[in-house]
């Protein structure tokens, strides 16, 4: 690809990868100048360039785009980008996005999803793997700890399983614990889509035990995310992650969370937004509830099922669930096995270690607990479900 073939968004792309690049930089990058102006420009930086020397681009960046860092701060990140845009080739990252199939927007294209046009803090450029017009509808995001406790899941997989039976697109950070729980009841509904907004390149699964959970949403629904490919999970993302959930969120229900995190976070960000925050009960006694139950004591929504959440979006309650759908209950020993299981998958090692049982006798509770839809194992992974599959 020539120079001049390369598009404008290939440069945003390639400014996103810089390091220590995040949503407020790449927005500081962009004001002051052209993507392949900027670039260019962070490509031509050397150490031994003197002030005078300085491109528009690089005086407008020292002047003002990085007001938050010293002068000496200021020029070392400066250097730094222009040694990383130095070792990037702009058509070749370009080409590998849409060689993964891996879709690009960047704000003010007309592609570019409206829900987060109109925010006060939009995106600067989006990646998405699945359907992007999977965006439009009513949202309803849930969130809590990665901690979280068996109550927390259960309640995660039933509200996520429910509302999007009901036709609500169940929106969540596919982490562990409460997100995972979450989009794993979405899917078992097989109707509205699944979004997951992540907070690493599409390419960096992040947990790596969720990976097949990944592929499923990618599948059936959407997942997006601010970075570039290559770019990895670290802390710093996170809280920008949570600003684009907080938007999609028609309503954000914070399923389980202690008084700190990023659930917490979260409903902050929704709350700015004028969004509609629901909390879910929790066991007053558990520190895993401490950050919900406080959120109704603060005047949120409770949020005691998906006809709660229904009712504060304006539609009508869930519909019952038939005893067609309901599943035989398991025996005492197979029910001390599923205590172990989480809706995440885990190997058989693992549980072996958890339930000190032999191989043999936990391979049959499994075999049962799968037969009644219960869980579901693949090449020495398991994992619960909601009811059964078939």
């Known amino acids: 690809m020539s120079r001049r073939a390369i598009p404008s968004d290939a440069f945003v792309v390639a400014l996103a990868r810089l390091p220590q690049v995040g949503p407020a930089r790449l927005r500081s990058l962009l004001c002051v100048g052209e993507p392949s102006e900027v670039w260019e420009s962070l490509c031509r930086v050397s150490p031994s360039e003197s002030t005078s020397q300085r491109s528009s681009v690089v005086g407008k960046l020292m002047a003002d785009g990085l007001d938050r860092l010293s ?60 359907d992007l017009d999977h965006l439009a509808g009513v949202r309803a995001a849930l969130v809590g700890t990665r901690r979280a406790s068996r109550y927390g899941r259960d309640v995660a997989f039933e509200l996520g399983r429910d509302l999007a039976a009901a036709g609500i697109a169940v929106v969540s950070g596919l982490a562990l614990g409460i997100d995972g729980a979450a989009h794993s009841g979405a899917l078992e509904a097989c109707a509205a889509p699944p ?18 959970l990944w592929r499923r949403v990618a599948d059936a629904g959407v997942i997006i995310s601010e970075y570039p490919l290559g770019a990895p999970a670290a802390a710093w993302q996170f809280p920008a992650r949570n600003r684009l959930i907080a938007t999609l969120a028609d ?21 700015r937004r004028g969004g509609v925050v629901m909390a879910v009960p929790g066991p007053v006694t558990a520190s895993s509830s401490d950050g919900t139950n406080q959120l109704l004591v603060d005047g949120c929504v409770p949020a005691r099922d998906a006809t709660d959440v229904l ?19 398991p025996s005492p020993e197979a029910a001390a096995v ?18 000190g049982l032999d191989l043999g006798v936990l391979a049959l509770h499994i075999d049962a607990l799968e037969a009644e839809g219960w869980v579901a194992q693949r090449a020495g992974w398991v994992e619960r479900i909601g009811r059964s599959r078939s």
């Open 71 to 130: 002068e000496t701060q200021r020029v070392g990140l400066i250097e730094l980008w222009g040694r990383a845009a130095r070792s990037l080739d702009v058509s070749t990252f370009w080409q590998a996005h849409l060689d993964a199939g891996i879709g690009v927007t960047v704000f003010g294209s007309p592609s570019f999803p409206p829900v987060f046009a109109a925010d006060d803090d939009p995106p600067m450029v989006l990646f998405w793997k699945g």
């Open 195 to 212: 979004i997951a907004v992540v907070g690493s390149g599409l390419d960096r699964i992040y947990p790596r035990a969720h990976a097949a």
């Open 251 to 271: 309503a954000l229900i914070v399923v389980e969370s202690q008084h700190t995190g990023g659930a917490m976070g979260t409903a902050i960000e929704a709350t």
């Open 311 to 329: 009712i504060a979006l304006g539609r009508d309650s869930v519909p019952r669930r038939s005893a067609t759908e309901s599943r035989r209950p």
């Open 338 to 355: 599923l205590e172990h299981i989480a809706w995440q998958a885990a190997p058989m090692e693992q549980l072996l270690l958890a339930t």
